[in-house]
């Protein structure tokens, strides 16, 4: 029996495209879940990732693996039968390792700062609305 493997994701994500380069690269077929994060999240998302309830997650035979990093290693360690996304060499793995977690890290915190710089929703409706 194949594996069955389903990705939900959501095109412009950065982090999406992470696992999706990491499936590529590895010769994966899956079955891409496209959500739509501007209206309404999915059931199926909701279900997979009931703790953060964002995407990407990989589900791999009905079970799911969260978060990009961790669904990358996953990936790597699966279909360890095919090449491997992370070098041999004990040090060359701990720096690829470490360039990583540094570009997901700078990523997450530029979404924060960006998110902090942006007015209140409320303060600008109130300001709309004339209510200020």
Known sequence: MADEVILLDFWPSVFGMRVRIALAEKGIEYEYRGEDLWNKKSSLLLEMNPVH?????????GKPVCESLVIVEYIDEVWNDRAPLLPSIPYHKAQA???????????????????????DQHKVYNFAMGLS
């Open 53 to 61: 309830k964002k995407i990407p997650v990989l589900i791999h035979n």
């Open 97 to 119: 390792r470490f360039w990583a977690d540094y570009v997901h890290k700078m990523r997450c915190f530029e979404k924060e700062s960006v998110s902090k710089s942006l007015p």
